[in-house]
């Protein structure tokens, strides 16, 4: 048997063993309640029955979805309701004893339902732990380094030439028209008036509305 099947059952024995310690325990002590507040008899031993097998139903119930790897946030109703009746084994097994005026009973009794709620908490957590630890791949090993086989050298080769790189052509000078570059001379005093700065290319293309490279070769010639 895995070592993880060992943990998992471990925890599941002593969770199985708490809720059948807290139910023998809370048996009694709702029983000696229920007739003290004057519950009739036939009645009075089937109170503790109902709430501790609603606890030891969700307890395998969640077991069951926490040993499959259900996220806890799907089965949070399950846990709030197993909370709720271990509250109430809780308040059962305490109420006689304080009414009754015996604390140190109560303290002893409220042990077993509390440990029933802690594992309760606990218990489904682990289990879902163990069951993402059990299902995880690791990661693979890398592979060893294939032995190098010789390679054979290759033939040398002679040397080629490079081809020479044809030089790149010079395009033609754009020619301003002398209205635009007029325009141009306007727009620039006005701007360096109003900005303190000159006009950049880009902006005078904006205002001229023509091409960048026309707007560049007037700007040039400013």
Do not use: C
């Amino acid at each position: 048997m895995s070592e993880d099947r060992i943990t998992q059952r471990t925890v599941t024995v002593i969770m199985g063993i708490i809720a059948a310690l807290a139910f023998v325990f809370s048996f009694g002590n709702v029983w000696a309640l229920a007739l003290r507040l004057g519950v009739p008899g036939p009645i009075a031993p089937l109170i503790a029955p109902m709430v501790d097998l609603s606890v030891v139903g969700l307890l395998v119930a969640l077991r069951y979805l926490s040993l499959r790897g259900v996220p806890a946030e799907q089965i949070k109703g399950a846990t709030r309701l197993m909370h709720v009746s271990g509250l109430l084994t809780l308040a059962l097994n305490v109420a006689e004893p304080i009414v009754a005026g015996h604390y140190g009973r109560a303290a002893v009794d409220a042990v077993a339902p509390l440990l029933l709620l802690g594992w309760g908490a606990v218990g489904p957590q682990l289990l879902r732990h163990f069951h993402t630890v059990a299902h995880t791949t690791p990661a693979p090993a890398p592979a060893p380094a294939a032995s190098a086989a010789p390679v054979e050298k290759a033939p040398a080769l002679e040397p080629v030439s490079s081809p020479v790189a044809p030089k790149p052509e010079t395009s033609p000078a754009v020619t301003v028209p002398v209205p635009l570059l007029n325009a141009a001379r306007t727009i620039a005093d006005t701007y360096r008036a109003e900005h303190g700065e000159p006009i950049t290319p880009a902006q005078l293309r904006t205002r001229l509305g023509v091409a960048l490279p026309l707007a560049t070769a007037a700007h040039a010639q400013l």
